[in-house]
């Protein structure tokens, strides 16, 4: 009777890991019950092994521990990127952000934690491991004692199955030879994206932007961190940013400013803000990170070196970028601010290496205070990054910001969200937008005192979880100046005067913006 009650514990443990996903999916443990067909393939292989080479399994065991662990993390990557991302999981693609993954939880909570997280995650893979290991002996012995018993069970379950009685999970063969057909064919991928970047060549090589329209005007292009379409049409978030919004078109008015807004399609949702500064920068909609490795091998022209060109001193502000980062070449700043060179001696806000509010000052005194030419200045905003769980406290007064060393002694304002369910960051996720937002209001307002010509756009839609299902891939884009005549270009592409973009869809791509605001304002 013990052998029986172990065969049953060791079967439906293995069946049960394998079926993890669809538990998390369908959110009822009911779904372990169901056979997984990856599991009796290979117990039935191992017990036919077994049967040929007695008692020579024992690393076939571990062999097969190892590929239940691969088809269990292929299921539920399957789920949760299109829950979270909305977008397909691609191994080859995926695979390769592994490390970012590592670096942003190492990044979001203390070292003692990510120490204990870690522990805690080598002895759960070795327990598993060995569970997995001591329940697959288990199994093959049993079903190799009883190999004929064991055979008409398996074939009175198919036949079952095959009569309409469905005691199987569907396979995930179908979509791991998917991945696999992606693999085979990656050049013939990359021929393609070959196209749309040869298109940006031409474009770059065909065409002379002198920029005159602008008049010299500095520009500043804020890029807000998974500032999405969400916060304009969930109500949820609407009601919440609804106030500060209002409060920015007040200020906005009052001090003689003209905004338009409108909505722009991200080319990626959720994360890897790098695919939406690609598409803006050069013109080319990267979709996912082969096409950016490639564009960063070509000979596209970007937007800082267009305005290089016609005497712009152009700089690159990137207080999220914590070590060196070799691409960063590609797109041609004249001078680039990464997280060390910011002088900041604040304490960190999880991820978050320091405050928008302190970057946006401390560029504004060591660049546009001295500067001899005209300016393009690209902030990548990052202080409204998930999991939105510790957040920065406003500053009133800008000039006791100096070095940062006030917030050692402000209370960092926290909530309850622990990543990646971000099912009740709501509050959070829109206050953190929230300080952004006010962040650049106040700036606008106490630093600038000329035309200069301000771009503040959502780099991509926040996590799944926040969104909600089937969202857009939209974010929001403010254009704002002091001089009407620069937004003119904007109103008849369609731009909403105000802050609140009209919901007008479809929307333009991000990599459509660059070649129609360079020929927008060239003569």
Known sequence: MKKYLFFLAAFFFINLIVNIANIWEDTSILSGIYLAPEFIVILLTLTITDKIFPHK???????????????????????????????????????????????????SIPLWKFTIVSIAALCLIGLFYWLLYISFRTCTTQTTNYCKEAYIIFLILFITHLCGLHLFHPSCAKEIKKQITFIYQKKHYQQQ???????????????????????????????????????????????????????????????????????????????????????????????????????????????ARYFNRVGYRTISVMPGTTKPWPAGKFFGFDKKYYSWNLNYQGPKYGWCTMTDQYVIDYIHRQEINNAKKPLFVEYVLISSHAPFHIQPPYIENWNDLQDGSIYNNKPKITYPIVWPNLSNATEGYVRSISYVLKSIEDYLVQKINDDSLIIILGDHQPHGTITGKKPSWAVPIHIISRNPKLLEPFYKQGYKKGLIPLKNPPYKGMENFLYPFLQNFSE
């Not at 060549?201 to 002379?208: E, G, L, Q, R």
């Open 57 to 107: 399994n024992t690393f076939l065991y571990f062999f097969a521990s190892t590929i239940i662990i691969f088809i269990s993390l292929s299921k539920i990557s399957f789920y949760a990127v299109p829950k979270f991302f909305h977008r397909s999981f691609n191994f080859y693609i995926d695979f390769a952000y592994i490390p970012n993954l590592l670096h942003f939880v190492y990044n």
């Open 193 to 303: 994206y070959q196209f749309l970047l040869q298109d940006a060549v031409n474009k770059s090589t065909n065409a002379s932007y002198n920029l005159q329209k602008l008049h010299k005007n500095n520009v500043l292009l804020f890029i807000v961190e998974s500032y999405g379409e969400t916060i304009f049409s969930k109500s949820r978030h609407f009601k919440l940013i609804q106030p500060q919004l209002n409060s920015f078109q007040a200020i906005l008015d009052k001090h003689k400013y003209n905004v338009c807004s409108n909505f722009i399609i991200s080319p990626t949702f959720g994360g890897n803000s790098w695919l939406a500064h690609g598409a803006l920068s050069c013109g080319v909609k990267t979709f996912n990170q082969i096409i950016f490795d490639m564009l960063l091998d070509s000979d596209v022209a970007t937007m």
